[in-house]
């Protein structure tokens, strides 16, 4: 069993900055495809970013060239840096973690992954 929990969230304006948080306990980090998923208002969760255990990353067009994902082994946790953030970025983002996915067509797909957070709120609005 994985436990995952999200934190950093909060309100900020258009064209500023945040970074989440995911904390795994129960398991490493290093061993599982990590991944970050948003749900806005009345829309379906949507693929973010991930990080494969070998480190490769992918991002959804939405994102790239603004949000970073990055893990820290050491300490089990894995972070979403976003930067230049838009009143679109407003969402639930979710932290998720699965033992055996790889490839960028998998890693974005979120019922394949076992684990998941509670959530954190971002909202971006001037």
């Known amino acids: 069993q994985m436990i995952l929990m999200e934190s950093g969230g909060g309100f900020v304006q258009p064209g500023g900055s945040l970074r989440l948080s995911c904390a795994a306990s129960?398991?490493?980090?290093?061993?599982?495809?990590m991944a970050w998923f948003r749900q806005a208002p009345g829309k379906e969760r949507e693929f973010v970013a991930a990080?494969?255990?070998?480190?490769?990353?992918y991002y959804s067009d939405s994102v790239k060239g603004r949000f970073t994902i990055s893990r820290d082994n050491a300490k089990n946790l894995v972070h979403l840096q976003m930067n230049s953030l838009k009143s679109e970025d407003t969402a639930v983002y979710y932290c998720?973690?699965?033992?055996?996915?790889?490839?960028?067509?998998?890693?974005?797909?979120?019922?394949?992954?076992?684990?998941w957070g509670q959530g954190t709120q971002v909202i971006v609005s001037s």
């Open positions: 998720a973690a699965d033992p055996g996915l790889g490839g960028a067509q998998a890693m974005a797909v979120d019922s394949l992954y076992d684990y």
């Open positions: 129960g398991r490493t980090v290093s061993t599982h495809a």
């Open positions: 990080s494969g255990w070998n480190g490769n990353t």
